[in-house]
């Protein structure tokens, strides 16, 4: 029988191994419009962090006794619905499993690119990159010449914004954690790069950013952001994708530099990924050539195995993980 990971218990603070449990389930016969699919690869992402708590959100909690959920690529192995075919690869939220009985209207059918991985549509050519794509040209509507700060650089989402910025013209500063990350970050472009563990950010982003930044794609709030708002030049205008800084520690962000959103004219904009749906078809087209024509490059962590799916997950908050943090089956 295939096997899913369930939640067993709601996390304190940061998760441990004792929140998941790994768990045989019985697929029930298919239903007319509906196959099964086998997974290969399983997407963990921090967001999945916010629904393991009972709280009304923009996505509703994990259930506790009940599969998790995520992104995942995988395999159409019986069909009952139209236009799917053992051996289609598929793309749908029935991750943490083997497999899953999924209708048509979960399924997105991959298309086959020479030279792209099927993994690329959990990555840059998926969430991941939608997010970074549409959080930096529509929410912070940054422009060739702008000075960009982006935060989590090494990671996902983060490496898709220094490499979209610097494919269209902009300066990008990153930051990342230790010497390593930081290299990676510099290998995508980047102009400057800080490792936000050396010293005290406002300090590192002054000497980076002298003449201050234009943009701030932020991925993990606190510190990082409240250096942004230090250094923000006039009219800046600012992304708030994540804040990763704050999903375990139950306790709110202070903010000491906050003021300059006055006297700079700071534009704040949260957003989700799903409010760009409708203009897929947009960011496929765009980051397709981008990828297509190398200026935009892949860098997947993969570990191996259903089993090892809440390790993969927790590491994104130690920082285990360089680029796309993914689980192969
Ligand atoms: P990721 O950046 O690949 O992985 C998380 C990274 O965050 C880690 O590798 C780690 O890098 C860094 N990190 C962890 N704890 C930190 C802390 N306390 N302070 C500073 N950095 C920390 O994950 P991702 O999937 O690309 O997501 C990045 C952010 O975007 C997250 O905040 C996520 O929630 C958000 N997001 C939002 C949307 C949306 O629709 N708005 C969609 C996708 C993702 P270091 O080793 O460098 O610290």
Redesign the pocket.
Known sequence: MPRAWHLKSRPNGMPTSDNFELKEVTLADLADGQVRVRNRWLSV???M??RMNDVKSYVPPFQVGEPLEGGAVGEVVESRADGFAPGDLVMHMAGWREEAVVPTAGLNKLPSIPGIGEQAFLGNLG??GG??YW?LLDAAQAKAGDIVFV??????????VVQIAKAKGMTVIG????PE?CDFVKSLGADAVID??AGPLVKSLAEAAPKGIDVYF???????LDAAFAHARKDARFA????????NSGEPMAFRYIMRVIAMRIMLK??????YMPRMGEFIADMGQMVASGQVKERDTIVDGLENTPDAFL???????????LVRL
């Open positions: 992402d921090p967001y962090r916010g969430l991941t997010t970074a959080g935060s989590a650089a090494a990671g996902a989402v983060g490496s898709a930051s990342a954690r230790g990350k936000y563990k932020d991925n993990v709030g606190g510190d990082h708030i994708c994540g804040m990763i800084d704050g999903y949260g957003f989700i990924f799903t409010d590491g994104l908050f130690t920082g285990k993980n360089t680029g796309k943090m």
